[in-house]
Each structure stands twice: as structure tokens, then as C-alpha cells.
């Protein structure tokens, strides 16, 4: 039995970047296209999770031509062609442990394949209901013995020509993917008509994404969520030859989250912002739910989401009802059930529906969770959505261990030493302020403390220029200088380091996007008094023709704005020298647990890009509204 692992919690924000996973949703619908097409596919990013690597080691069972080129890069070749009839009449077991979507998926495949099948899965799989598919299968003359809807199944393959047949889809999209898939290799076509409502509709869309890519078309109406008959005619996959899987959203949730409660952030190198996977539109409900107040959250394209959802408005104010959920209770664990359990336990108020979740967000809570000393093992049941959310709670709150936490190799092998890194990568610390305030005398010793380099921008900006600060400005002017500037602190942006800028710095725009992008930013406050005594103290040269008190007091009126727009934390002046590095220290290492909660200010241009609409007309409305107004 694998030990409960502890997680640690932050100490700072963090800033770094690395790729995602591929789609397991995606792959595993590229290798069934793939295996019914015309000639050889390479796969690339492939990422060998549990359910890429059941789906691959079954059908080749089955006779299909696929082999790994490089299992640890993800890189898989695929040569086409359904296989010919297995002599044996014994049936050729095809054990799916838990993964649904392999199960649903070679379900319709073995109704086409020549062959006595037996799909098989662990206790959990086998209590999952697939009735539904089943039926609809065997309407149109597919051979399958099941156990009243659910597994084993004992499938005689080759029978099935395709046909008309009605499906209820409102357990699972992937019932209709199942059969899609399959439909360009059938005899006489495939017309599916829904006679329900269709879960997840942004899966269908990927699945369509795929076939389009092997060159099939789906006839169906324009709008998908208003589509009810599907057709697919008798035709030929034609192989792209080489298949470049895309990072995986859904993995990418919990990371969207922690990001946004810490102020962090992470550049995503294989994240397709138009992708059709509907769980990016993550991002924008996060975006819709950043201001205060109640709402409610359709989650029916982002079902694997709810639970990361779950998490960023337990921190926010006012209740969010989550909806659209229902057959979350079917995945891997009861999700519903399961994350309301679990997150009761830390004192986060969140009750089950028959549909979803209700949260009654509290901003204060992560600062008042964090003082307590209790610790809690949490339960993922098994299930790697599950696990991946306990490891984000337990970066913010102390005390959290993750029972089981080798079942994310479901779909994420890596995530919790990738969530480990983020130790390591420390956001860049910036002090910014007016001329002789002691930016970089704090800047030392800040560093010092958090054993980590300073750099004064000046000081690199004389060695670049070759001459000190004052002659260079003289010679050049201030647009030039401020380009020079604007450079110099672009390249120390890209680790981290504790950086004093120049006091005039955050007049240039791209300077002031550049930093409240990337770092965590000090402002060392003084008055306009207490600058023009520093700096007659220091004899620093003038910077115009004004009288000194007349220059500082302009300086002063046109920076401070700037100064407190972009501060994360202001250090006031009455803080004693001695005790100033002490306490922004205590803040600093207090800002991953309850970054601006308590203001709601989130900076999701830190996240990713904003991307086009998909699949959030629905997502969210306030409750005094109209579902679909503007919220």
C-alpha cells in the first residue's frame, strides 16, 4: 500500500514554464482513426498515461499494427488496416481496468472487427453503466452479450454493417464518439439520432476535430449544441501521416487554478488556445467569477473542471451553484460526492445537488485555515482528477496529505513532481520607488534572506553602456535610456533574482506590462519631503532645471500613481530599517496562501491569453439576470 504523500504548501508565488501532457481524450481518438486509415500515422506527444498506454496494449491484442518509437516522448506509430479474422473461437480478453474512454471506444471497434472479444475492466469499471451504447449497437445488428449494461461484454465482431439507430447520450458524450469513430469503416454508413440531451457536447467537437484531420466529414447541423442526427458514410480514413497531440487542458485546470489564487504564473509551450477541448474555457469562468456575488455555472463542456472550479470559488465572495454535472457521478469516482467530502474536511463550505455543487466562497478563509495546526489525509478514491485537486489545495494549505497519489499516471504521470517544481521557481522579486529611497540597500539584503541574487538595473545599464547613468543620458537622451532600461530589465525578468529598478523605470509602459507580468513588486514608500532630504543628504545630481523641492514634488505627483498601480506590496516608511526585511519577508511568504483574496484583483493575463469564446455562452449567469445576459 503506496504512503499518503505530504504536499508543502507554497512559500511564494511562483513563475516558470513547461509543456502539459498530451490529451489522453484526443490521442486516444487519433489511435482508433488511425488504426482505420490508409497508411502509417506517427504520433507525437502522445503521452503514455494509463489510458493511452490500455488503449494501445488492446488493440494490439485485437491485431492492430502499432508499436511505441518512444514511449517516454509519447512518440507511437500507428500502420492501418483492420485486422483479419482470428481463427480461435475462444474470446481474447480486452481488460480496461478503469478507463472509460477505452472501454466505450472499443466497444462500437469490436462490433466491427472480425474476432470474439471480451472487454473487461476493474471493479469500478464494471459498476459504470453502458447500456446505453449497448442498446443502441445492438439495434443495428451488432452481436453483444453484457450484464444487464454493464461489463464483461462478450462481443462476436465483423457483424455489425452500421445502419439507422436512436442513442441516448445524456450519460456520457462518449457513447456518440464511440460510434462515430467506427462509422467511416461501416458497410452501409451511420445515422444517429439522440433521444436526449447530449453531455459534453465539446467532446463531440474534438472527436469531429480528429476525424476532420483523417479526412472525414460529419453531417450534422451547423450548431452542434442543436444537433440531434449524426451521419458518417461508408468511406476511407486517410492517414495526415504524422499527428501532433495537443497539451491537455484538462490537466492544465489545476495549474489555471493555483496560478490565480497565488498570483503566479506559468507559460504553457504546447497549450492551443482555440483547441476544441472545452475544459479551456476554465479561464473564462474564472474570469466571469473574479468579481464578487452569486452565480450559477453551467459546467456541461467542462465536466472534468468542476472540481478545480469548485476550488477557486471557495475562496471568492458570495455562492456559486455549479450545474450541468450530473454524470460526474459515473467517472472514475462519484466526483460530486467525493469533493464535497473531502473539501468539508478543511473547513471549506461546499454541499452536494443532484446536478452539481453549491459554494458559499469566503475570502478570509485560506488565512484562517492557515494558522490552524490540523492535518487531513485526503481521499481520491482512486481517481486522478481528484488527486490533482488535492495537490493544489495542499499547495495553499498546510497540513494536506493525498492518499494514493500514483493514480494521476491515469492521465498525468509527472503532476505532482511537476507541482513540486514550483518550489524552485520562485517569481521575480522587483523594488520599485523614488531616487534615493533605499531600493537597493533593501534589494541586498532581501536577497540575502531569500538566498537568492540581486541586481541593481542601473548599475547593469552603466556596464552595458560603459559609462555611468548621467553621462549616458546626456549624450543620448531619455527615450534612448529608458530603451537601454527597458532591455536590461527584460533580460533579468528570466529568473529569479530581486532586481531595485531605477526610480523612473515604471514611467515607460512596456516596462510597467513587463513587471506586473512577471514579478512580484515592492514599492519603498516616501514622501516628497523625505526624498528631497535624502537627497540633498546623498548630493544625488538633479534630473531638470527645476529647483530640487519643485522636481521632487513633480516626481512625486507623476510617479506615485504609477508607484501604487503596479505595488503587490507597499512598504511603508515608518517601518524601521532595521525591521524591514523582516517584515516583507512575513508578507512575502504569506502571498501564496491568500494572494489578493481579500481585493479580488486577479491577473489572468498572467495566466494564459485570452481566448475566443467556446462553448461559455451558457457558463455562467448571475441569478438576478437572464441566464444568457452579460454577468
Given amino acids: 500500500m503506496q504512503n499518503p504523500l505530504a504536499i508543502a504548501p507554497l512559500s511564494l508565488p511562483f513563475a516558470t514554464s513547461f509543456a502539459m501532457p498530451g490529451s489522453k481524450s484526443m490521442a486516444n481518438r487519433a489511435i482508433i482513426a488511425a488504426c482505420l486509415a490508409e497508411g502509417k500515422t506517427i504520433m507525437t506527444n502522445a503521452t503514455a498515461c494509463d489510458d493511452v498506454v490500455l488503449m494501445v496494449k488492446n488493440l494490439q491484442l485485437m491485431g492492430f499494427n502499432l508499436r511505441w518509437i518512444d514511449e517516454a516522448k509519447g512518440e ?46 476493474n471493479e469500478h469499471m464494471s459498476k459504470r453503466p453502458i447500456g446505453n451504447l449497448i442498446q ?25 454493417k452500421g445502419g439507422e439507430a436512436q442513442l441516448d447520450a445524456s450519460k456520457s458524450s462518449q457513447f456518440l464518439s464511440s460510434l462515430l469513430l467506427v462509422a467511416p469503416k461501416l458497410e452501409k454508413g451511420l445515422s444517429i439520432t439522440l433521444t436526449s440531451t447530449l453531455a459534453s457536447p465539446s467532446y463531440i467537437e474534438l472527436t469531429e476535430q480528429i476525424m476532420n ?24 480514413y486517410t492517414s495526415p501521416s504524422v499527428v501532433a497531440i495537443e497539451g491537455d487542458w484538462s490537466a492544465a485546470g489545476a495549474f489555471l487554478v493555483l496560478s490565480a489564487l497565488t498570483g503566479s504564473s506559468i507559460d504553457y509551450s504546447n497549450l492551443n488556445f482555440t483547441s476544441s477541448q472545452g475544459d479551456r474555457s476554465l ?26 472550479l469548485a476550488l477557486f470559488c471557495a475562496f471568492r465572495s458570495g455562492t456559486v451553484t455549479i450545474t450541468g454535472a450530473k ?61 490533482m485537486l488535492f495537490g493544489v489545495l495542499g499547495s495553499l494549505v498546510p497540513g494536506i496529505s493525498v492518499k494514493n497519489p500514483s493514480c494521476v499516471s491515469k492521465s498525468y504521470p509527472q503532476f505532482f513532481a511537476d507541482l513540486a517544481s514550483l518550489h524552485h521557481h520562485i517569481k521575480p522579486i522587483v523594488i520599485i520607488g523614488m ?55 527584460a533580460e533579468n525578468l528570466k529568473s529569479c533574482h530581486v532586481l531595485a529598478l531605477g526610480g523612473g523605470a515604471i514611467e515607460s509602459e512596456a516596462t510597467r506590462k513587463l513587471i506586473k507580468k512577471n514579478a512580484i513588486i515592492i514599492w519603498v514608500q516616501t514622501t516628497a519631503k523625505g526624498t528631497l532630504e535624502r537627497l540633498q543628504i546623498a548630493k544625488r545630481p538633479q534630473l531638470t532645471d527645476l529647483p530640487l523641492e519643485q522636481e521632487v514634488a513633480q516626481l ?62 451558457r457558463l455562467i449567469h448571475h441569478p438576478s439576470r437572464p441566464p444568457h445576459s452579460k454577468s
Fill in 76 to 121: 507511437l506509430e500507428v500502420i492501418g488496416g483492420i485486422p483479419p479474422a482470428k481463427t480461435s473461437d475462444e474470446f481474447v480478453e480486452l481488460f480496461c481496468e478503469n478507463a472509460g474512454t477505452t472501454v466505450r471506444f472499443l466497444t462500437s471497434l469490436a462490433c466491427l472487427v472480425p474476432g470474439r472479444w471480451m472487454i473487461t475492466g
Fill in 136 to 160: 443502441t449497437l445492438q439495434s443495428m445488428g451488432a452481436d453483444i452479450e453484457d450484464s444487464s449494461g454493464y461489463l464483461p461484454l462478450r462481443i462476436r465482431g465483423g457483424k455489425w
Fill in 213 to 236: 484531420t483523417f479526412g472525414v466529414q460529419i453531417d450534422r447541423d451547423a450548431d452542434l449544441e442543436k444537433a440531434n442526427t449524426f451521419f458518417v458514410h461508408n468511406q476511407n
Fill in 283 to 308: 479561464v473564462d469562468g474564472m474570469k466571469a467569477l473574479s468579481e464578487p456575488g452569486d452565480y450559477t455555472v453551467d459546467c456541461t463542456d467542462l465536466p472534468d473542471q468542476v472540481m478545480n
Fill in 327 to 387: 454524470n460526474l457521478r459515473i467517472k472514475e469516482c462519484d466526483r460530486l460526492a467525493v469533493t464535497a467530502s473531502e473539501l468539508s474536511k478543511v473547513g471549506i463550505d461546499i454541499k452536494e445537488h443532484d446536478d452539481g455543487l453549491i459554494i458559499k466562497g469566503n475570502p478570509s478563509l485560506l488565512a484562517s485555515i492557515g494558522q490552524t495546526s490540523k492535518s487531513h489525509v485526503l481521499d481520491p478514491h482512486d481517481d486522478h482528477r481528484m488527486a
Fill in 435 to 489: 531616487r534615493a529611497s533605499g531600493k537597493s540597500n533593501l534589494g541586498r539584503r532581501l536577497a540575502s534572506s531569500l538566498h537568492i541574487p540581486f541586481i541593481d538595473t542601473d548599475t547593469m545599464i552603466m556596464k552595458k553602456a560603459g559609462m555611468p547613468v548621467a553621462e549616458f543620458v546626456a549624450q543620448n537622451g531619455w527615450p534612448v535610456f529608458r530603451e537601454l532600461e527597458e532591455e536590461v530589465i
Fill in 556 to 617: 512625486h505627483e507623476r510617479r506615485d500613481p504609477l508607484y501604487a498601480q503596479l505595488s503587490t506590496i507597499a512598504l511603508p516608511d515608518t517601518v524601521p530599517f532595521g525591521q524591514q526585511v523582516a517584515w516583507l519577508s512575513a508578507r512575502l511568504q504569506s502571498m501564496a496562501r491568500y494572494f489578493n483574496l481579500h481585493t479580488r484583483q486577479y491577473d489572468f493575463s498572467s495566466i494564459v491569453p485570452t481566448a475566443k469564446p467556446h462553448f461559455t455562452k
